[in-house]
């Protein structure tokens, strides 16, 4: 395509501290998100008439881990077609040259707000049921393709106001995992499971870890394993959880091992006190309507 027909189709709008430069066909544009990757805006898709989500991938080759992850999103989201993973609609750069190449933008199903924000709301029993069941059901879909994603928390999982829930990323790409004893940088790792955080051999259940401390979250009302820095977050871990046995210490290399080994010991609260039943919510109005229909005889029920 020439120059001056590309510059036709494309145009460029401020969003927050970024600029992007997008297809004419997507107008309105309006920050809703940022993660580690980049930009998020909302926007209205002329062509195929409705709302869209456009993410824009911060200098996605600035480095090689920042490329395969780039790359990894975009095959994983290509192939993956679930009602509960965020779906592709498009992906463009306004680049024209292979020397040019900067910029990859993904058009998305839009959502209305992320996990974050519901778990924050009160929740009654029928909706906070649903939304763990369709989280379920995407990570069911994502390990059946072979895909463990590591890194599952609240802000990677999208909602609708109808309850409807979607994954948003794949995870950590594998160059990305760290370690306990690495160096750390700026990430949410409450809903790491223990054996990402002290870098072991992980399978698929790491992510019915993350679910199970989004779950409590969404009871307690407060982060489950709140650590203050990637060390911190095991010392929670284990505090509430108590110290893990023998058998597992042996999976550990030496010095993650040396380091678990030498924390103090803790036995660990009982399910009952991490979890009274005063914490669960109540039913919702229609289930107990649905609990006080009057049946006339029991083939009715
Ligand atoms: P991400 O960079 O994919 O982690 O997204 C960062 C934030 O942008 C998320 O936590 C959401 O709040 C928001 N976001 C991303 N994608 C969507 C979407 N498709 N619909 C609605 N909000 C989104």
């Not at 909706?127 to 928390?153: E, N, P, V, W």
């Not at 023998?246 to 009952?272: D, I, W």
């Amino acid at each position: 395509m020439n120059r001056n027909k590309r510059e036709k189709e494309y145009y460029s709008i401020d969003v927050g501290d970024s600029t992007f430069m997008v297809l004419k066909r997507y107008q309105n544009l309006r920050p809703i998100g940022s993660g580690a990757q980049g930009i998020v805006c909302s926007a209205y898709d002329h062509n195929l008439e409705r709302n869209v989500a456009i993410k824009k991938l911060s200098r996605p080759f600035q480095n090689q881990t920042h490329a395969k992850r780039a790359y990894r999103e975009l095959v994983l989201m290509k192939c993956v077609n679930h009602k509960n993973i965020i779906g592709l609609l498009n992906v463009f750069t306004p680049q024209k040259t292979l020397e040019e190449f900067q910029d990859v933008y993904l058009v998305m199903e839009l959502m209305d707000a992320n996990l974050c924000q519901v778990i924050q709301m009160e929740l009654d029993h029928e909706r906070l049921s649903y939304l763990l069941y369709q989280m379920l059901c995407g990570i069911k879909h994502l390990h059946a393709a072979g895909i463990i994603h590591r890194d599952l928390k609240p802000s990677n999982i999208v909602v609708k106001s109808d309850c409807t829930l979607k994954i948003l990323d794949f995870g950590l790409a594998r160059t990305a995992a760290t370690g306990l004893l690495m160096t750390p940088y700026v990430v949410t790792r409450y809903y790491r499971a223990p054996e990402v955080i002290l870098g072991m051999g992980y399978q698929a259940n790491v992510d019915v870890w993350s679910v199970g401390c989004i779950m409590a979250e969404m009871v307690r009302g407060s982060v489950l394993f709140p650590g203050t820095d990637h060390i911190d977050q095991w010392n929670k871990v284990i505090e509430q959880l108590g110290t893990p046995s023998q058998e597992f210490l042996m999976k550990l290399n030496q010095s993650v091992r040396t380091y678990v080994e030498n924390r103090p010991r803790y036995a660990g609260y009982s399910f009952e006190k991490l979890f009274p039943d005063v914490l669960f919510p109540a039913d919702s109005e229609h289930n107990k309507l649905k609990e006080n229909v009057f049946y006339c005889c029991s083939e009715c029920r």
